[in-house]
């Protein structure tokens, strides 16, 4: 099996390390800074962040619309890591690290992809543009978390 590949990003955020939780434990401040294109829905009747819970990522795409489907493998307070498999396997980690003047959010996508096909199509258009939207997202919930703890 090829190693996993790792895209990191981390951003420094002028809210308390709850605020920052909030945005990415609490699905409708979740929708105010996901990629348009990105819906997140429970699985099930109740979305949750705790061990266990099911959610799916579907792309927008007319048509198309690839789920990626996770599940918590992972809960702490300031930290969700969401397990995945289908089309990518690995994990999206969240983790909030409180500093002295707010908290520095990290984001790892460690993810591989078993299919030689889709690993190539995603590493030769899509790769750069993952990158690039997942530094956007973590502005946009930057400014979400600010607007809420100086609220």
Do not use: Y
């Amino acid at each position: 099996m090829k190693s996993a590949q790792i895209i990191e990003q981390s951003i420094q955020i002028n809210a308390s390390a709850s605020t920052v939780e909030r945005c990415f434990t609490d699905l409708t401040l979740m929708h105010r800074w996901l990629n348009p294109v990105l819906r997140c829905e429970p699985v099930g009747e109740i979305w949750s962040t705790d061990i266990g819970s099911q959610s799916r990522f579907i792309i927008q795409i007319p048509g198309l619309k690839p789920t990626l489907n996770t599940v918590v493998v992972e809960r702490q307070p300031g930290l969700v890591i969401w397990g995945f498999e289908g089309f990518f396997q690995g994990s999206d980690r969240w983790e909030c690290q409180p500093v002295a003047n707010g908290t520095i959010l990290i984001n790892r996508f460690q993810f591989q992809i078993p299919n030689p096909l889709v690993s190539w199509g995603f590493n030769t258009f899509a790769a750069t543009w993952t990158k690039a939207d997942m530094e956007a997202q973590l502005r946009r919930l930057q400014r979400v978390a600010e607007e809420l703890d100086n609220s």
